[in-house]
């Protein structure tokens, strides 16, 4: 329907980008790229398709994206405290 054009990229990128993304089996430069200019650190979780995908391709794979420390540490651990506080020691 073409009258609702204008309007399908704006809300589709306020869609998107209200939700959380995990990584599993995406750390790569290319998905990462495309997933962070969609949607801020805050809102990218690590995430891991063990036993199909070992946990350390993923995590060998945020190493190697060129992220601050900072933003491993938010996407690594402090993105999922934010949302499940009770899980916090």
Do not use: C, W
């Not at 704006?10 to 750390?27: L, N, Q, R, V, W």
């Not at 794979?61 to 992220?67: A, C, D, I, Q, S």
């Amino acid at each position: 329907m073409p009258n609702f054009r204008p309007n399908l990229k704006k809300k589709s990128e306020i869609h998107a980008g209200s939700k959380y993304y995990d990584i599993a089996s995406a750390a790569n430069p290319t998905a990462m790229a495309a997933l962070m200019k969609l949607v801020p650190t805050s809102q990218i979780l690590f995430g891991s398709d063990y036993p199909y995908v070992p946990i350390g391709a993923t995590a060998g794979g945020m190493t190697r994206l060129g992220l601050s420390a900072a933003d491993l540490q938010m996407i690594g651990r402090n993105n999922a405290l934010a949302l499940l506080p009770r899980l916090k020691v």
